[in-house]
């Protein structure tokens, strides 16, 4: 009732009076102005309802193979057909189905692969920024020089060694990408262990769980949800590529990567069947960029006033 | 200053060492190399007689200790393909893998920074649009699947460009935008944000009340104590170009690192793997260590930090 007589001021999520419905509808707002935000917020869900929902939307079976359909063009260039809107493949599957099949892999290797990284980057990051002094010193210097190293090599290298299979590439990258993760928890935690609030609940005899649980954790989620967008993003771009090289998921699975690969031999032929999973890989890496951007503005209210 | 230095190497050469160790457990990780490295249809004897040959049935402690007593001079074994010392292959590689990654880079710093600049002094104009798009673009475009499309239309329908290969002048072209888009991406954005932060800077505001024109701030004020950061990650970036182009090398078939890399991967050459792996990180160490220390004499404040 108190909220109809007397309007709040509407520029702060951290309101203790606000509900959490409230909150939401702030944040709706903020994503309604941000048009980029918006977009990157549709393409993203469009790929993980593709994934979810793909044996009810593909109109084909990904791995059927109809020989006399082969190598058909797009349904709007001669010769194509709308029994096959984006055309077939060399050994007459359909790519839309394929694509769509394929955002499976894409978002199954983004989200395990940033959920791995980022628990083990959290929690590396997390003890060298409380604990400080010599371990921190140690673990802060590995990361920067592993970070140092020419990354796409090193995954090249290891994807070799392991073959291919999908747990493979999630561990890959689960693995290798901990370090950006450690380096941002890491100084997230300085930043806030010496902010005043913990220091007042430190003199308040706050005990140690809850400093870290109440105080330290929910100001380290907003920059670590940003980071695993973008690094989320950055993960479905390098398993494409590997894909691309042959090092990813097994041939016969339909993935991006694996469908540019096959596309490559017959690019000047029959140049559809690498151009639309270019497209597919496009829309999710810009969808998920957006995304990164606005939740950085967002969640970062100093970045929020610079950027208007 | 020699102090910083010398830290700076000490890390360096640990993280080589680190390099190393690396390589050596990856190869032996799973528990058998010579059946990594030979084909599937090898006989028992074979792999034994291999075994035998490349010495995987002494000690690990022995075969690491002779794996690194033979790195520091620089041997890492012969190809398994060609039966010729794996580095010299590598180092012959390596211009043509220069060549690229400058021509990429510079192209990136060379429209990145203006448009980035322009971005970051007058925010919300069309050009800051323009630089907000380029950066987007950047980030989120496959370049190895550009570099297709660009080899059918400019390659094969207009046939500006050859499509393959390292030799007319002009081949270097479309490799090298490709390779330095993500770059170009990275440095708009950086270029952008830190104008916009010093643009609001006390000095900047100083020199325009003492009646300087707009350029001169521009160049000296601004663009100056914007080099730092652009610097630093120009530094970084030329070094994940340099291992970065595998992909981009395989495509143009570029005969550098990358593709050779590429192709002794198909061969299971992997002591030809190990050489390219090896041999890269330490051009790249070397880099960043060079990075450092530049950025060190421009800017005391990180040299007496230490």
Known sequence: MASETSPRPADSLLDIQRTWWDRLAFIGRLLWRDKGGMLGLFLFLLVVFSAVFAPWIAPHDPLEQVMEDSKMPPAWSVGGSWEHPLGTDTLGRDIFSRIIYGSRVSLTVGFFGVLIAGTLGMIIGAIAGYLGGRVDSVITNTVNLVLSLPYLLFVVFIAAIFGRSLLNVILIFGITDAPIFARVTRGEVLKIRESGYVESARCAGASWARIVFDHIMPNLIGPLITLATFEMSAMIFYEAGLGFLGLSVPPSVPSWGNMLAAGRQYLTSYPWIATFPGVAIMITSLGMNLLGDWLRDVLDPRLRRARK | ?306
Do not use: C
């Open chain 2, 1 to 306: 200053m020699l102090r910083y230095f010398l830290i700076r190497l000490g890390q360096s050469l640990a993280l080589m060492f680190g390099v190393l160790l690396l390589v050596f457990m990856m190869l032996r990780v799973t528990g058998d190399p010579a059946a990594l490295m030979l084909p599937r249809e090898a006989s028992a004897a074979e792999i034994e007689a291999f075994r035998e040959r490349m010495g995987f049935n002494r000690p690990i402690i022995v075969q690491f200790v002779d794996f690194l007593s033979k790195a520091v001079v620089g041997d890492f074994g012969e190809s398994l393909h060609f039966r010729t010392p794996a580095m010299t292959l590598v180092t012959q590689r390596l211009p043509a893998t220069v060549e690229l990654a400058a021509t990429g880079l510079l192209f990136a710093v060379l429209i990145g920074v203006p448009i980035g600049m322009m971005g970051g002094l007058k925010p919300g104009s069309a050009a800051d649009s323009l630089a907000r798009l380029l950066a987007l673009m950047g980030q989120s475009i496959p370049n190895f699947w550009l570099a297709m499309l660009m080899i059918l239309f400019f390659g094969v329908q207009l046939r500006w460009f050859p499509t393959f290969g390292r030799g007319a002048w002009n081949s270097v072209v479309m490799p090298a935008f490709v390779l330095g888009l993500p770059v170009m991406g990275q440095i708009v954005r950086l270029t952008r944000s830190t104008v916009l932060e010093i643009r609001s800077e006390d000095f900047v505001r100083t020199a325009y009340s003492k009646g300087l024109e707009p350029p001169v701030i521009y160049l000296k004020h601004i663009l100056r104590n914007a080099s730092i950061p652009i610097i630093s990650v120009i530094g970084v970036q030329f070094g994940y170009m340099l291992g970065g182009s595998i992909y981009i090398e395989t495509i143009f078939a570029w005969p550098g690192m990358g593709q050779l890399l590429q192709l002794a991967i198909g061969w299971r050459d992997f002591p030809l793997v190990q050489a390219i792996a090896i041999f890269t990180s330490t051009v790249v160490i070397a880099l960043n260590l060079l990075t450092d220390l530049v950025y060190a004499i421009i800017d005391p404040r990180i040299r007496y930090g230490f």
